[in-house]
């Protein structure tokens, strides 16, 4: 019990002598002044370009091209044909349609009546009659001899 209320007399005497504010004293020399210098905003001066922009002329499109695909194995057969001079332009593109016909396109185009186009057919269509295919026939597996 003697330890008891000794270590509560330390306690009250500890909480007692404990200072409500901490204390603080100023350094014995004042701080450095310090004042930053003041910006200046000066603006880069860039020279001015030495060149001139490039000019181009006006030229209307002038121009002649085509294609043709002709492949007998997959049996594709197409191809365009196109002439151009100005605002005028005038072709053809075809195709080998899947019934045995070639569908042909006949166009022209000018700046008055836009884009004019006659479609025609060439050949007659035909559809062979349908074949079912075999029906397949499955056969066991030979079974392994070892002998």
Known sequence: MVFEV?????????????????????P???????????P????????????????????????STQYAVNDDYS????????????????????VQLPDGRLQKVTYYVDG??????????EGEAQYPAYQPAPSPSYQPAPSPSYA
Request: proline share 15%.
């Open 112 to 121: 008055e009546s836009g884009y004019v186009a006659e479609v025609t057919y």
């Open 75 to 94: 049996g594709n057969s197409y191809g365009h044909q196109e002439d151009r001079d100005g605002y005028k332009t005038q072709g053809t593109y075809y």
């Open 40 to 63: 200046t905003y000066n603006a880069p001066v860039h020279p001015s370009p030495s060149y001139n922009a490039p000019t181009y002329n006006d030229v209307p499109a002038q121009y």
């Open 6 to 26: 000794f270590a509560l007399v330390a306690l009250v005497v500890g909480v007692g002598a404990r200072p409500e504010t901490p204390s603080y004293s100023p």
């Open 28 to 38: 014995a020399h004042p701080p450095p002044s310090y004042s930053p210098p003041s």
